[in-house]
T-cell receptor, first 113, second 113 residues
Framework: AQSVAQPEDQVNVAEGNPLTVKCTYS??????LFWYVQYPNRGLQFLLK??????LVKGSYGFEAEFNKSQTSFHLKKPSALVSDSALYFC???????????FGTGTRLKVLA | KAGVTQTPRYLIKTRGQQVTLSCSPI?????VSWYQQTPGQGLQFLFE???????NKGNFPGRFSGRQFSNSRSEMNVSTLELGDSALYLC????????????FGPGTRLLVL
């Protein structure tokens, strides 16, 4: 079955430290990969996406993600975390040949001052 | 450009009632998708509409239905509400090109008593 996994329910990191939020997927073909962020009582906001090309994708608010085809991963990273980055992060995959998106269960990022 | 709007933002219903939620996509976007978000199940895909046609459907019972109008606005309807239908319902719009980003509305929070 096609799926997206975010293995960590919560990630804690100190402000100023680098952060990583993990995502792996199980989808046949070459999927499109996305990261979204959700702040309390808000909808999801687009951060970045990978379709093809350079494995390192840069997005909004200083975030970047690295696509690794052999490990079927698309981890979200930021070199220096801010308290304001604290939110719920979702990884998503668009299934090739369809317009269907599969979302991970979300990872809550908490950046400590 | 105005973002995706959803009405109402909050709704309280009782079991057995029905509810209709509305979504207005970003101008020019022709695809509208609906998701249900709950703490236990995460983000679950309901259905997607493009040019007034349902293009994809998730694994929800027939009580959940939707439609799209010629101006791309979409409604979803839930009949015979159950307690478990309490959730945040999110609408997302996109241009509907391959790999296109989905843009989410703020959601409608439904509470079923």
């Amino acid at each position: 079955a096609q799926s997206v996994a975010q293995p960590e329910d919560q990630v804690n990191v100190a402000e100023g430290n680098p952060l990583t939020v993990k995502c792996t997927y199980s989808v046949s073909g070459n999927p499109y990969l996305f990261w979204y962020v959700q702040y309390p009582n808000r909808g999801l906001q687009f951060l970045l996406k990978y379709i093809t090309g350079d494995n390192l994708v840069k997005g909004s608010y200083g975030f970047e993600a690295e696509f690794n085809k052999s490990q079927t991963s698309f981890h979200l990273k930021k070199p220096s975390a801010l308290v304001s980055d604290s939110a719920l992060y979702f990884c998503a995959v668009r299934v090739p040949g369809t317009y269907k998106y599969i979302f991970g269960t979300g990872t809550r990022l908490k950046v400590l001052a | 450009k105005a973002g995706v709007t959803q009405t109402p933002r909050y709704l309280i219903k009782t079991r057995g009632q029905q509810v209709t939620l509305s979504c207005s996509p970003i101008s020019g976007h022709r695809s509208v998708s609906w998701y249900q978000q709950t703490p236990g199940q995460g983000l679950q895909f309901l259905f997607e509409y493009f040019s007034e046609t349902q293009r994809n459907k998730g694994n929800f019972p027939g009580r959940f239905s939707g439609r799209q109008f010629s101006n791309s606005r979409s409604e979803m309807n839930v009949s015979t509400l159950e307690l478990g239908d309490s959730a945040l319902y999110l609408c997302a719009s996109s241009l509907s090109l391959a790999g296109e980003t989905q843009y989410f509305g703020p959601g409608t929070r439904l509470l079923v008593l």
